[in-house]
């Protein structure tokens, strides 16, 4: 904590020696009401700006720009913004750097908006470099805060160009610049290679890094040769302690590898297809030995078979209850882990990671490509179970962060509940009614025709396979002729290969996500789905997919712990392009496919990262000014 308190004053210090205005000078005479300078100096923020509102003139002047650095000293955030407004109405004061000051105190309390309100009323007002590159460093402080490091990198890149170009110091730019940077995708760095030199020569770092990462040697020669390319780049300010971390991140070495899971009871069979996809990895791994150990044996005696083995890491266990059990025993606490599943509790050790096939993961997926779509309302279909409420609960907590339009929502109990469900969100009953008024009004026949809402611009359906099947065609024959077709989609728990290798059903249309192994045309290992096929032709959907996890699992340990610090990596595996957070949660983006003429065909669809409300308001302001 003290740290941050004295980078919170540096940082400050920095953005008030930008100001031209000269503060008013410390005089005998002016401190003398003051009762003395040592008081001032031991005052508290709160005190000395009380006592600047009963002065005048360059001492009132000089109390609140001390109110101002013990304010920042104190992390009194709304205090700052009180004594910047009361420096607003004085004259003498430059008003830019005061601004900047307020939407500083503003982005510390977390009001965004109103942050990057002020910051865009100043953008024709930014004549001084030193105050252009400090609007710069706050608005991509603001965007980064809200973990959105590709808007953020534009500005950071403003402020670090022209920092560089007239020699100005921002203390922790390079650092937080760096920091946002290794947040990205090799294809969003590859995007942002281009401009001038200095944003060239940040990404190509950054590049770099992610390429060599865990070869040392090329590291050091790509390094070597980035210096020569880009000499005095503000980038060496941040090179020499992060290359050492960096390069000693070489790839995990596994002598012995121990994969708990399930091998006796009643999920046997979950562990069986697990062993499964463990062995087929292995078989391009670089792991001496790997032990198989049954998850429901006691803590005790994984314990002991554990102290015996002494394992190089661990994956596993599988079931939730495992976890938990292993949690509270503190079986597993001294061993890197990947878990085989997600954890509620707090992770033990920064060695523990978490991989679970979270349908989450898609609902998100599918959320960020509504919005980049630009649809407006979606329909959300799901059973009225426990899995279905939750995930329509995610999907609404997500939503309301980037559009103030609620979705519409339809949770069915059974197949005989459907119709009358989604009859009822489209509104085609009201319309009955209407056609009934109607015809009761005249004794001749009057030809009609039922009319769905029109409001409702995407469908998103969270059912099973079978219920899937059972939904599209309600949709379709409710859907109003005189309506635009609306778009469906749907998640993995719509696709089955077991279903459509009989029967894909009236699915024309359909998009969904899925994962590559299990979409025969995104497969690139085709010798391991030609193998597979041969050996279990029958396996069950759950069997399949749980054989990906597992060979992901084992195929992505030597790079576990690069993925782990750097964010931006990603891991092309069965299960999806696989990435790790910072509290050790294995995300997965996966593919998008579509039912087309009784076929399944790979579509690209279009996502990027939603901006979120408080953005979209402050981006609003800015176009109107």
Same mark, same amino acid.
């Given at each position: 904590?003290?740290?941050?308190?004295?980078?919170?004053? $540096?940082?400050?210090?920095?953005?008030?020696?930008?100001?031209?205005?000269?503060?008013?000078?410390?005089?005998?005479?002016?401190?003398?009401?003051?009762?003395?300078?040592?008081?001032?100096?031991?005052?508290?923020?709160?005190?000395?700006?009380?006592?600047?509102?009963?002065?005048?003139?360059?001492?009132?002047?000089?109390? @609140? &720009?001390?109110?101002?650095?013990?304010?920042?000293?104190?992390?009194?955030?709304?205090?700052?913004?009180?004594?910047?407004? /009361?420096? %607003?109405?004085?004259?003498?004061?430059?008003?830019?750097?005061?601004?900047?000051?307020?939407?500083?105190?503003?982005?510390?309390?977390?009001?965004?908006?109103?942050?990057?309100?002020?910051?865009?009323?100043?953008?024709?007002?930014?004549?001084?470099?030193?105050?252009?590159? !400090?609007?710069?460093?706050?608005?991509?402080?603001?965007?980064?805060?809200?973990?959105?490091?590709?808007?953020?990198?534009?500005?950071?890149?403003?402020?670090?160009?022209?920092?560089?170009?007239?020699?100005?110091?921002?203390?922790?730019?390079?650092?937080?610049?760096?920091?946002?940077?290794?947040?990205?995708?090799?294809?969003?760095? /590859?995007?942002?290679?281009?401009?001038?030199?200095?944003?060239?020569?940040?990404?190509?770092?950054? @590049?770099?890094?992610?390429?060599?990462?865990?070869?040392?040697?090329?590291?050091?020669?790509?390094?070597?040769? !980035? +210096?020569?390319? &880009?000499?005095?780049?503000?980038?060496?300010?941040?090179?020499?302690?992060?290359?050492?971390?960096?390069?000693? $991140?070489?790839?995990?070495?596994?002598?012995?590898?121990?994969?708990?899971?399930?091998?006796?009871?009643?999920?046997?069979?979950?562990?069986?297809?697990?062993?499964?996809?463990?062995?087929?990895?292995?078989?391009?791994?670089?792991?001496? /030995?790997?032990?198989?150990?049954?998850?429901?044996?006691?803590?005790?005696?994984?314990?002991?078979?554990?102290?015996?083995? +002494?394992?190089?890491?661990?994956?596993?266990?599988?079931?939730?209850?495992?976890?938990?059990?292993?949690?509270?025993?503190?079986?597993?606490?001294?061993?890197?882990?990947?878990?085989?599943?997600?954890?509620?509790?707090?992770?033990?050790?920064?060695?523990?990671?978490?991989?679970?096939?979270?349908?989450?993961?898609?609902?998100?997926?599918?959320? /960020?490509?509504?919005?980049?779509?630009?649809?407006?309302?979606?329909?959300?279909?799901?059973?009225?179970?426990?899995?279905?409420?939750?995930?329509?609960?995610?999907?609404?907590?997500?939503?309301?962060?980037?559009?103030?339009?609620?979705?519409?929502?339809?949770?069915?109990?059974?197949?005989?509940?459907?119709?009358?469900?989604?009859?009822?969100?489209?509104?085609?009953?009201?319309?009955?009614?209407?056609?009934?008024?109607?015809?009761?009004?005249?004794?001749?026949?009057?030809?009609?025709?039922?009319?769905?809402?029109?409001?409702?611009?995407?469908?998103?359906?969270?059912?099973?396979?079978?219920?899937?099947?059972?939904?599209?065609?309600?949709?379709?024959?409710?859907?109003?002729?005189?309506?635009?077709?609306?778009?469906?989609?749907?998640?993995?728990?719509?696709?089955?290969?077991?279903?459509?290798?009989?029967?894909?059903?009236?699915?024309?249309?359909?998009?969904?996500?899925?994962?590559?192994?299990?979409?025969?045309?995104?497969?690139?290992?085709?010798?391991?789905?030609?193998?597979?096929?041969?050996? !279990?032709? %029958?396996?069950?959907? $759950?069997?399949?997919?749980?054989?990906?996890?597992?060979?992901?699992?084992?195929?992505?340990?030597?790079?576990?712990?690069?993925?782990?610090? $750097?964010?931006?990596?990603?891991?092309?595996?069965?299960?999806?392009?696989?990435?790790?957070?910072?509290?050790?949660?294995?995300?997965?983006?996966?593919?998008?496919?579509?039912?087309?003429?009784?076929?399944?065909?790979?579509?690209?669809? %279009?996502?990027?990262?939603?901006?979120?409300?408080?953005?979209?308001?402050?981006?609003?302001?800015?176009?109107?000014?």
């Amino acid at each position: 904590m003290r740290l941050k308190l004295v980078s919170l004053v $540096i940082i400050l210090s920095g953005l008030s020696a930008c100001s031209t205005t000269e503060k008013p000078t410390k005089t005998t005479e002016n401190l003398s009401s003051a009762n003395s300078t040592s008081q001032i100096q031991t005052a508290d923020a709160q005190s000395m700006y009380q006592l600047a509102l009963n002065r005048q003139g360059a001492d009132k002047i000089q109390l @609140l &720009y001390s109110a101002r650095d013990a304010a920042i000293t104190e992390q009194q955030w709304p205090l700052l913004e009180l004594v910047c407004t /009361e420096l %607003e109405r004085t004259p003498s004061v430059d008003q830019v750097q005061n601004k900047l000051y307020i939407a500083f105190a503003q982005k510390q309390q977390n009001k965004n908006n109103a942050a990057l309100e002020i910051l865009a009323s100043l953008d024709n007002q930014l004549s001084q470099p030193e105050h252009f590159a !400090w609007h710069q460093y706050l608005t991509a402080s603001v965007y980064a805060s809200q973990n959105l490091p590709k808007e953020a990198m534009t500005y950071f890149f403003r402020a670090s160009e022209t920092a560089s170009k007239n020699n100005l110091t921002i203390p922790q730019l390079n650092r937080d610049l760096w920091q946002n940077l290794q947040q990205l995708s090799s294809y969003a760095l /590859e995007r942002f290679n281009r401009g001038s030199v200095v944003q060239q020569g940040w990404v190509n770092l950054a @590049l770099y890094h992610q390429v060599y990462l865990g070869a040392p040697v090329e590291l050091d020669q790509a390094i070597n040769n !980035w +210096q020569r390319r &880009y000499p005095g780049h503000p980038a060496i300010d941040v090179l020499p302690k992060k290359v050492a971390e960096l390069m000693a $991140i070489e790839p995990l070495k596994i002598e012995r590898l121990v994969v708990l899971l399930p091998q006796s009871g009643a999920n046997e069979r979950l562990g069986d297809a697990l062993k499964a996809g463990a062995l087929a990895a292995l078989d391009n791994a670089s792991i001496g /030995e790997t032990i198989f150990i049954d998850e429901m044996l006691s803590p005790a005696e994984i314990s002991a078979k554990l102290l015996e083995i +002494q394992p190089s890491f661990i994956v596993g266990p599988l079931l939730k209850g495992s976890i938990d059990k292993f949690t509270v025993s503190k079986t597993l606490l001294d061993y890197p882990v990947l878990h085989l599943n997600s954890f509620d509790g707090e992770r033990q050790s920064a060695q523990h990671y978490f991989f679970a096939l979270n349908p989450e993961h898609e609902v998100q997926q599918a959320l /960020e490509h509504f919005l980049t779509v630009g649809y407006q309302k979606p329909m959300l279909l799901a059973p009225n179970n426990s899995a279905g409420q939750r995930l329509v609960d995610f999907f609404n907590m997500q939503w309301q962060r980037y559009s103030e339009t609620a979705p519409q929502v339809g949770l069915y109990n059974n197949k005989e509940d459907m119709p009358t469900t989604i009859v009822s969100l489209l509104e085609v009953d009201k319309s009955k009614e209407r056609i009934a008024t109607v015809k009761a009004l005249f004794k001749q026949e009057v030809e009609s025709e039922t009319r769905s809402r029109r409001d409702i611009d995407v469908i998103y359906i969270l059912g099973d396979a079978i219920e899937t099947r059972l939904i599209k065609p309600y949709l379709d024959v409710n859907v109003s002729t005189f309506a635009d077709r609306i778009p469906l989609y749907a998640s993995s728990k719509s696709h089955s290969k077991q279903i459509d290798s009989t029967d894909k059903g009236d699915l024309d249309g359909l998009y969904f996500t899925e994962l590559p192994w299990m979409l025969s045309g995104q497969i690139t290992d085709h010798t391991l789905r030609q193998q597979y096929n041969s050996l !279990w032709p %029958e396996q069950a959907d $759950i069997s399949q997919r749980l054989f990906a996890m597992a060979y992901d699992s084992v195929a992505m340990l030597s790079n576990i712990t690069q993925l782990s610090m $750097i964010p931006g990596k990603r891991f092309n595996g069965l299960t999806g392009q696989l990435s790790i957070t910072s509290d050790g949660q294995v995300n997965r983006h996966l593919n998008w496919a579509q039912y087309k003429d009784r076929q399944i065909q790979a579509v690209q669809l %279009e996502t990027t990262a939603p901006l979120p409300l408080f953005m979209q308001s402050a981006s609003t302001v800015s176009d109107s000014e």
